[in-house]
């Protein structure tokens, strides 16, 4: 029996909005929901219910929260994160995720309870238009109505999160229509193959590669397989390529590889920057080349033909800010295996370059003598060594991210996820996500003391959930960014960015959770080993100077280079 007889044979009984709602999800594979409940969306729960064998409901403490985690369902599995919200204020809250899911190119699904139609347009309570609300963060936005067109609309919805450049969609669901009966069919996945390289890209790819000295290949993008990576892994090395990753994408290629030549983005090493300037050939696949990873758009000339073979799913992205050699159209993982079985190892004369940017890369990563008892970027390297070979890593915005970044390696088999658009509360949620996701996983979330306090509640779903995250809050007392730009600007004159914070330990003991405190370089190990036997949601808090501003500079090297202008 084929899907539609399948699907037809079950239009047997009415069923409410709710509980179509409810089978769509089952019907697109959905394996989790990640929701705040409202009244709004009262008949979906109750939907979810009659489906909760099927897919894992998990209650949060705030909506930003709650996409933030699906957000990160969705990086790591590379199906659509769904997240469930009310209306009003709900979906305000909701929105970071959604601007985070769009610059990052995670498929979404973001459900917004909506109010009665019938009461459209007479500003009734927490009444917002969706469509011209979430029109710039999403990819679509649409609201359903009609009962019968959910199946139709949720497939669309599915559909549009994950093709072309994967990114957030918007569904509102008005609340009566919740409890409207009908009989209509399910609807499931669409079977789409992914897009092929056209049959000319990877000759004319590997016939400027042939006449390069200097190539970089520069990695990026979601929804990468496993087998993907495996494919771009082995080209890489049977070549001989540098590789670089774009901005929070440290996952994509084996840190400890004599490949690897580092990320690109905020913090990323100027010797990096330097030879990527200088690369003849850039091969850049699934990285858009925005302002972080381009280091503000300078890596290459705007507005003129750069030397760049630009790989991404959707053609609308490729060109929109560097003129590349050539645009090539394709899902990545096809890209990849493609690109790898058209092209056997051969001997290639570039080695000494590859050679150099690696030593630029273990440069960086040397960890320099930094002054009072907690040297963190030796803390980090140690570490490492206790990680397992499948941790799942998540940083949030800040200054403080740049330490793991450049110290610590990210191994094959390792994730690491990270938001592209500098959105600060996204750790902890992110690293619960990634928990409930893989729930056999360790997961170590790196966050401020700023950030912590803007997100750090959602740990009280860790317990509801059953998991056990270890959270590593780097703590200078300040917001550390926003305090560096001010030294740089306007030294000495400290306004707005200072923080009074509680003791974090206790924060995470108050809910039965573990807490340590580090204050000196040999603590931080022990503290993560009985964190990790703990079984417990656990938190790190590691205090740091606020005189240490990077890992590059303190606050009176900043003021000193500001006051020679």
């Not at 930094?370 to 070979?389: D, H, K, M, S, T």
Request: proline share 7%; hydrophobic share 45%.
């Amino acid at each position: 029996m084929d899907d539609g007889a399948a699907a037809r044979q079950g239009m047997t009984r009415g069923r409410t909005g709710g509980q179509l709602l409810a089978d769509a999800l089952v019907a697109q594979g959905v394996t989790h929901a990640f929701s705040v409940p409202g009244e709004s969306f009262l008949d979906l729960l109750d939907g979810l219910y009659e489906v909760g064998d099927r897919i894992e409901l998990v209650t949060c403490r705030f909506e930003a929260g709650a996409v933030h985690m699906a957000e990160a369902h969705g990086k790591l599995t590379g199906r659509p994160g769904v997240a469930i919200v009310t209306r009003g204020p709900g979906a305000c809250h909701a929105s970071i995720g959604v601007h985070v899911a769009m610059q990052d190119s995670t498929p979404l699904v973001l459900i917004v309870g909506q109010i009665p139609f019938s009461e459209t347009d007479r500003d009734t309570f927490q009444e917002v238009d969706y469509r011209r609300m979430f029109s710039p963060l999403a990819k679509w936005v649409t609201q359903i109505d009609d009962a019968a067109r959910i199946p139709e609309l949720m497939a669309r919805a599915f559909d549009v999160a994950r093709s072309g450049r994967p990114g957030p969609v918007v569904v509102a669901i008005s609340e009566e229509m919740q409890k409207t009966v009908v009989e209509v069919p399910d609807i499931g996945p669409a079977p789409t193959l992914p897009a092929h390289p056209a049959p000319g890209a990877i000759p004319r790819l590997l016939e400027l590669l042939d006449g390069a000295q200097r190539p970089v290949l520069v990695l990026g993008g979601t929804g990468w397989s496993e087998e993907g990576r495996a494919a771009i892994r082995d080209f890489a090395r049977a070549h001989d390529l540098p590789v670089a990753v774009g901005f929070r994408r440290l996952d994509l290629f084996d840190g400890t590889s004599p490949n690897f030549a580092g990320d690109l983005g905020v913090g990323s090493d100027p010797g990096l920057v330097a030879r990527v300037k200088e690369a003849d050939l850039v091969i850049a696949v699934g990285t858009r080349l925005q302002e972080a990873t381009s280091q503000g758009y300078t890596l290459f000339p705007v507005g003129e033909t750069s030397p760049i073979v630009h790989v991404l799913p959707d053609p609308a992205e490729i060109g929109r800010v560097f003129r590349p050699l050539l645009g090539i159209t394709s899902d990545l993982n096809a890209f990849a295996l493609a690109l790898r079985d058209a092209a056997p190892g051969r001997a290639r004369p570039w080695g000494e370059w590859t050679r150099r940017l690696r030593a630029v890369r273990e440069a960086s990563v040397a960890a320099p003598d930094y002054e009072g008892p907690l040297n963190f970027a030796r803390a980090l390297q140690a570490l490492e060594a206790e990680l397992p070979a499948d941790a799942i890593f998540t940083v949030d915005a800040g200054n403080f991210a740049t330490w793991p970044q450049r110290f610590m390696s990210v191994r094959e088999g390792q994730r690491f996820l990270g938001p592209n658009n500098g959105a600060m509360g996204y750790s902890v949620p992110a690293g619960l996500g990634a928990a409930i996701t893989y729930r056999d996983r360790l997961v170590l979330s790196f966050v401020g003391d700023g950030g912590f306090l803007m997100t750090g509640q959602e740990i009280a779903t860790a317990f509801q959930a059953g998991v056990a995250p270890i959270v590593m809050v780097v703590n200078n007392g300040q917001y550390g960014t926003i305090r560096m730009y001010q030294e740089r600007h306007y030294p000495g004159r400290v306004s707005g960015t200072k923080l009074t914070n509680p003791d974090f330990a206790k924060f995470i003991e108050a809910f039965g959770g573990h807490g340590e405190v580090v204050t000196a370089t040999d603590e931080l190990v022990p503290a993560f080993r009985r964190a990790r036997a703990s079984g417990k949601p656990a938190v790190i808090e590691v205090r740091m100077s606020p005189e240490q501003i990077t890992n590059r500079q303190t606050v009176t090297q900043i003021r000193a280079a500001a006051a020679k202008g």
